[in-house]
């Protein structure tokens, strides 16, 4: 718990620092800007004008005159003048705006100085000539200068910046330190330490879905509920998966067991040299061990092909296939097997011709598979239906049986490798990899099967596989 209140804080208080240290560069680069604004443009330079126009105004036979630079000046910066006796009274002006007064009264004059006319910043100058004082206004236009009045306390002022100012700044400072800190806390640095809370029991695999979701990473904690369901989803999978690969050891060693103990048995049988056996008996005893010999080859080759079908390296042999066809021959071929000579195998399919492209070898093996399977678990009269059909882009191939059906439970492992159902009885002797191999067989057609079984009912099978769209 103190290691995780100490995460926390670290993280709030870096980023207070950040704030603080954004706060100063930042109160540094304002002060800067401000004296830039308020800095005198050497090109607006208010002094130098009027020290201009003040040595361009002039006097001659008993009047006021502009000189030819003062002018130029004036209306090269959109500048007016006016100039006005002790009475207030204009006696000159140049470029000056309509509206702007003829006289003044004294507290007339001193608003316009003050608050401006004729969208023109007024400033008041004074020129003495021929012994006699004059005042004049120099008008700005607004967009170049804007005057301001600022009323003020100057006691007050100067108190507060002589004795509180550090007072007021580090009050702000602390204010500001205070507020980032809490709001961070709550906004940021809480949700980081859930997030990293959260990877700690991922890692662990003791997570459970955030409730709070409503931060700035409701993603980033969507993705943490995902990632976990996945990993649990996974965790699953692979204790499944790791209980049917040692099922599946157990089966391939008692099956490779049963023909290698019958092999031995009988070969340390035949080099008895104190027993002497009759031709009939060498013969027998041959016999099975051959046949045990090449079901043990037979079964190294269905995993051998089983892993090239899950890799996808199997050599394929592409060509037309008329389904309709081939089905109906491989009918005829089981019913020619003696133990399903006096089986009942019903076949209709909608079309003559249906051609879809694929390795025939291995689609009749799958199909074999499928066939066979359906009688081996039947009762002890099967029937089995078989029907081919076109649905949509596909054909649809139909087995159904009247077996013992399959449980439920057993029912989404069928097609593993190596997997036996409870329900196979005496019928268990084949390698437990048929169907398993049919299924990647169709895979590999990029079809599907689909299986439905209800217990003492029957199994229905649907394989879907893509039609061909060429014409044969």
């Given amino acids: 718990m103190k290691n995780k209140k100490f995460s926390y804080m670290k993280i709030s208080s870096l980023f207070t620092r950040s704030v603080l240290i954004l706060f100063t560069i930042l109160i540094l680069l304002n002060m800067l800007l401000i004296a830039q604004i308020f800095q005198t443009n050497s090109k607006l330079n208010i002094d130098e004008y009027s020290n201009i126009i003040n040595n361009s105004i002039h006097y001659k036979d008993d009047s006021l005159f502009l000189s030819n630079e003062g002018k130029e000046l004036l209306l090269n910066h959109n500048l007016w003048i006016q100039i006005v006796d002790p009475s207030l009274t204009e006696v000159f002006s140049f470029n000056k705006p309509l509206d702007v007064p003829f006289s003044y009264k004294p507290i007339e004059f001193i608003h316009a100085y003050k608050y401006d006319i004729a969208d023109s910043s007024l400033f008041v100058f004074e020129k003495e000539l021929n012994e006699k004082k004059y005042s004049y206004f120099l008008g700005f236009p607004l967009e170049v200068i804007t005057k301001y009045n600022v009323q003020y306390n100057p006691t007050i002022v100067t108190s507060l910046l002589n004795g509180n100012i550090i007072t007021i700044l580090f009050l702000n400072l602390f204010i500001i330190f205070i507020y980032s800190f809490f709001y961070f806390s709550k906004k940021i640095a809480k949700p980081v330490q859930k997030i990293m809370e959260s990877i700690i029991l991922i890692s662990k695999g003791k997570y459970h879905p955030n409730?709070?979701?409503?931060?700035?990473?409701?993603?980033?904690?969507?993705?943490?509920?995902?990632?976990?369901?996945?990993?649990?989803?996974?965790?699953?999978?692979?204790?499944?998966?790791?209980?049917?690969?040692?099922?599946?050891i157990s089966y391939i060693s008692h099956d490779m067991k049963t023909p290698l103990s019958s092999i031995k048995g009988f070969t340390e049988l035949m080099k008895d040299k104190d027993y002497c056996f009759t031709e009939s008996e060498i013969r027998q005893y041959s016999s099975i061990i051959y046949e045990k010999a090449v079901y043990m080859e037979e079964f190294i080759k269905?995993?051998?092909?089983?892993?090239?079908?899950?890799?996808?390296?199997?050599?394929?042999?592409?060509?037309?296939?008329?389904?309709?066809?081939?089905?109906?021959q491989l009918i005829e071929e089981v019913?020619?097997?003696?133990?399903?000579s006096d089986k009942k195998i019903r076949y209709t399919n909608n079309s003559d011709v249906i051609y879809i492209?694929?390795?025939?070898?291995?689609?009749?093996?799958?199909?074999?598979?499928?066939i066979i399977n359906s009688l081996l678990?039947?009762?002890?009269?099967?029937?089995?239906f078989i029907k081919v059909s076109v649905v949509g882009k596909n054909v649809e191939i139909s087995i159904i049986d009247n077996g013992r059906g399959i449980s439920s439970e057993e029912l989404p492992f069928i097609f593993e490798q190596y997997y036996r159902g409870t329900n196979t009885n005496e019928n268990s002797e084949g390698s437990g990899l048929g169907m398993a191999i049919a299924y990647e067989i169709i895979k590999l057609h990029k079809g599907e099967c689909k299986i439905d079984s209800q217990m003492d009912v029957g199994t229905h099978l649907k394989i879907y596989l893509p039609i061909t769209t060429n014409n044969f």
């Fill in 377 to 384: 678990y039947s009762n002890m009269n099967p029937e089995v």
């Fill in 335 to 340: 019913l020619l097997i003696p133990k399903f």
């Fill in 211 to 248: 409730a709070q979701k409503k931060s700035l990473y409701k993603e980033i904690f969507d993705c943490l509920d995902e990632l976990a369901v996945k990993l649990e989803r996974n965790k699953l999978e692979k204790q499944l998966l790791d209980q049917h690969r040692e099922k599946w």
């Fill in 357 to 370: 492209n694929g390795d025939a070898k291995l689609l009749k093996r799958a199909l074999l598979n499928f």
């Fill in 302 to 328: 269905d995993l051998n092909i089983i892993h090239k079908l899950k890799k996808s390296v199997i050599p394929l042999t592409i060509k037309p296939i008329n389904l309709v066809l081939l089905i109906q």
